[in-house]
């Protein structure tokens, strides 16, 4: 399974870390990723990560401000957000694959989808 944590209020400008362990039987997924939902509106990808080699992707909304990383020892991704904005508030869920894309993920051809963990930048 997957587990997201870290979520939380925090106000304009701050910023938020959010973690995601990868446990069980998936342990060997080559490509993770946050997406996230705000209220109202459709799921929204925000970052991906290949667990070989680390090669990173954003969505042009999040590009500069967060990070997405991981530890492979400890089978978790993170994404650190920097100055955030109200238009952050959204639940984020962490995502798997067991194919390894450079790029966007595509939630149809995902394997995992983890429990999100909501956040919410007040202004």
């Known amino acids: 399974q997957l587990q997201a944590s870290g979520g939380g209020l925090v106000q304009t400008g701050e910023s938020l870390s959010l973690s995601c362990r990868a446990s069980g039987r998936i342990l060997s997924l080559n490509s993770m990723g946050w997406f996230r939902q705000a209220p109202g509106k459709e799921r929204e990808f925000v970052a991906s990560i290949t667990w070989i080699g680390g090669i990173t992707y954003y969505a042009d909304s999040v590009k500069g401000r967060f990070t997405i990383s991981r530890d492979n020892a400890k089978n978790t991704v993170y994404l650190q957000m920097n100055s955030l904005k109200p238009e952050d508030t959204a639940v984020y869920s962490c995502?798997?694959?067991?194919?390894?894309?450079?790029?966007?993920?595509?939630?149809?051809?995902?394997?995992?989808w983890g429990k999100g963990t909501l956040v919410t930048v007040s202004s």
């Open positions: 995502a798997g694959m067991y194919g390894t894309v450079i790029g966007r993920l595509d939630y149809s051809g995902l394997d995992y």
